[in-house]
């Protein structure tokens, strides 16, 4: 299953919970991006509790989901934060950076709610040394190929706004790679045949880790415009499909065109016609 906006909570009772509300961001390789960070105040710890001292910022919980659909690929991971003595106030930011090329620079992912400081809702909490604020944020609808990772920054401020400590921590990185089909075509041959006519070969590949069919595949500029489908292109492989139409006329255009329509859940529809022209000869 995918990440949603409803990410699971367990209520604890005395807890506060609520919900961020949804963002969508516009970034290249990114239709939309969806943050929903849920923020949870724990009662203080009890006596009983273990006489070692806990962590005061931690990241746990990470979650990387691949997926073939877009809006179901997503990461998460959940931030733990404990107050510093004198706590007035506990902040969190939460960064999500992206790497396109492979040993390329991580890039920041903007957005409202990614980038910004937060707050609990209760503005008291971290006032109280057990306090625990504890932090769930997924994000959903990644574009790919791409690494991701969050970078999380942690800060305490005293009852005069001045910081008593700040901490910065980063997530294990986030591989969704691009699982769809990707179809192109990538030759158009012409042959003259003994009847007058040409043979049109078009070699249709897909570049995708998804095998995709059927496929439509057109010929324009050989006489009446063509269209002809082919059962399945494998993932990674490629098909022909041979068109007998009219013999080509030197100086014409001969347009090949697969997916026309769209049908196939392609990642670049770019690269779906190749243009070329008539050979001289005619067909050979």
């Not at 991701?148 to 921590?169: E, K, M």
């Not at 009446?224 to 098909?239: D, K, L, N, W």
């Amino acid at each position: 299953m995918g990440l949603t906006n409803t990410w699971p909570h367990r209520r604890i009772p005395g807890s506060e919970l609520f919900r961020a509300p949804l963002v969508r961001v516009g970034v290249p390789r990114i239709r939309y991006l969806i943050a929903a960070g849920a923020i949870a105040a724990l009662c203080p710890a009890s006596a009983s509790a273990a006489s070692s001292a806990p962590p005061r910022d931690q990241l746990r919980s990470f979650i990387c989901q691949k997926a073939l659909d877009p809006p179901a690929r997503g990461v998460s991971i959940q931030a733990v934060m404990r107050p510093l003595t004198g706590t007035a106030k506990m902040q969190m930011r939460f960064d999500l950076m992206r790497q396109t090329k492979p040993g390329g620079a991580f890039r920041l992912v903007r957005g409202r709610l990614l980038g910004d400081w937060i707050l609990p809702q209760d503005s008291t909490l971290g006032q109280r040394p057990g306090d625990v604020w504890v932090v769930n944020h997924p994000v959903v609808d990644l574009g790919a190929p791409a690494r991701y990772r969050f970078r999380v920054s942690f800060r305490w401020i005293d009852a005069h706004g001045h910081q008593l400590g700040g901490a910065v921590q980063s997530s294990p990185t986030c591989w969704q790679p691009e699982l769809r089909s990707d179809l192109l075509v990538r030759s158009l041959t012409v042959s003259r045949l003994a009847s007058g006519q040409d043979a049109y070969v078009a070699v249709i590949g897909n570049r995708g880790q998804s095998g995709a069919g059927p496929v439509e595949v057109d010929l324009a500029g050989a006489g009446p415009h063509q269209a002809a489908t082919i059962a399945s292109v494998g993932a990674r492989s490629t098909a022909r499909h041979r068109f007998v139409a009219p013999a080509c006329r030197p100086g014409a255009v001969l347009t090949v065109t697969v997916d026309r329509s769209h049908t196939v859940d392609e990642y670049d529809f770019a690269n779906n016609t190749l243009t070329v022209p008539c050979p001289a000869s005619g067909g050979t």
